[in-house]
């Protein structure tokens, strides 16, 4: 088609072409006054992120794409990824650090690991002095976690409480032992077991081959804290790298994640061997795909892609996965029942009670799964 591109078509090209240059350019010059807010937000300790700000900052953006003929929603999804953007760039000039660091010696045991690399760069960047141990290393994790001032434990969460048990008598009493498994009662349990040193439980919710960790969450879970200093450390520290921090107990955590985790990966996992049985045609079924269909295909396919160690790890390790599980049978069967039955009041009765279950959440569930969808659509 290229070729017979007409040619009235070219100078109008060309003039795009320019106003694209002199659009990246302004973003440039934005990308170094950004530079410069982030370099008094270091020195005020003014936070990264200004709610306040954004939401003017966006309505006002809204308003100018609508006097000048633009769709507001247009706007303001460019606008978003630029506040992003934004965040994410100053969050690397380490707007959120402190200016004076008390730098503190920090062992990442599993540190070759893709979490254990992560918490690497994040504790580099923000001054302290990292060791990292693992299975391959010279250096034992017991032999770290005996010079360190805080000890974090990346590794598989089968393993992670022996590795715990291993090095818990060798922190010392004023020291923070902290885990980042997937699941919290057990391993907060196994460090206040093995050792007295302070103890934190954390979960962060991202995988490490995450292009960014601006506004990405992290649950912590504080279990002793007799040295008070650690807990607002910690926190202070994921937040000077833009995470959200969310704080909770191992039981909380764990029975959310049951749902959030075990719920969506078990569903996910029911309906990939479901179509592997039914011998499904992907690329047929792409030729007739919606875009929910496509996004629900991509997200199963993302899953199978990834390890099954972890997936099996989560929902075998969990205290509430018997119950969710049988809760998702016990659901399934029911909705099954009422379809191949034709019980079309019934189904209707169900689908109501559903649909209050979700409330308000609804509406603003439609918002944003249109602005996913939209923006899939973009990409095929």
């Not at 973003?27 to 003014?46: C, H, I, P, Y």
């Not at 089968?158 to 590795?163: G, K």
């Not at 926190?235 to 764990?254: M, N, R, W, Y």
């Amino acid at each position: 088609m290229s070729d017979n591109v007409p040619n009235e078509l070219l100078p109008l090209r060309k003039r795009i072409d320019e106003l694209d240059r002199r659009f990246v350019e302004l973003l440039a010059e934005r990308n170094e006054l950004v530079a410069q807010v982030a370099d008094v937000k270091r020195q005020s300790g003014f936070p990264i992120r200004d709610s306040s700000r954004e939401g003017q900052m966006l309505e006002a953006r809204r308003s100018l794409g609508l006097k000048d003929g633009i769709r507001p929603e247009v706007v303001e999804s460019l606008f978003r990824v630029i506040l992003w953007a934004s965040r994410d760039r100053q969050a690397t000039l380490r707007a959120a650090v402190p200016v004076r660091v008390d730098p503190k010696s920090i062992a990442i045991v599993g540190g070759h690991g893709g979490m254990g690399k992560c918490l690497e760069k994040m504790f580099l960047a923000q001054g302290h002095h990292v060791m990292i141990t693992d299975v391959d290393t010279p250096l034992t994790p017991a032999e770290a976690a005996g010079k360190a001032d805080v000890i974090v434990v990346s590794v598989p969460i089968r393993s992670t409480r022996q590795v715990i048990e291993s090095i818990g008598p060798s922190c010392a009493e004023n020291s923070l032992l902290v885990d980042v498994t997937s699941i919290k009662s057990d391993p907060v349990q196994a460090m206040l077991d093995s050792t007295t040193a302070n103890v934190i439980g954390t979960h962060p919710l991202f995988g490490p081959a995450i292009n960014s960790l601006q506004g990405q969450r992290v649950v912590m879970t504080p279990a002793r804290v007799h040295d008070h200093e650690w807990d607002p450390w910690l926190c202070d520290s994921f937040k000077a790298a833009g995470l959200e921090v969310i704080q909770s107990t191992p039981e909380k955590h764990d029975r959310i994640m049951s749902v959030v985790q075990v719920l969506t990966h078990y569903s996910t996992e029911v309906i990939g061997r479901t179509m592997q049985a039914l011998d499904v045609s992907i690329e047929e079924s792409l030729e007739f795909t919606s875009p929910i269909y496509h996004m629900e295909l991509l997200m199963a396919a993302r899953h199978f892609a990834q390890s099954p160690d972890l997936y099996s790890a989560i929902e075998m390790s969990n205290p509430n996965t018997e119950a969710v599980t049988s809760a998702f049978t016990r659901a399934a069967e029911e909705m099954r029942s009422l379809i191949i039955n034709g019980d079309q009041d019934g189904f209707r009765t169900t689908f109501g009670e559903v649909s209050d279950f979700f409330g308000d959440f609804s509406k603003k569930a439609l918002v944003e799964s249109s602005y996913l969808i939209d923006r899939l659509v973009e990409r095929t």
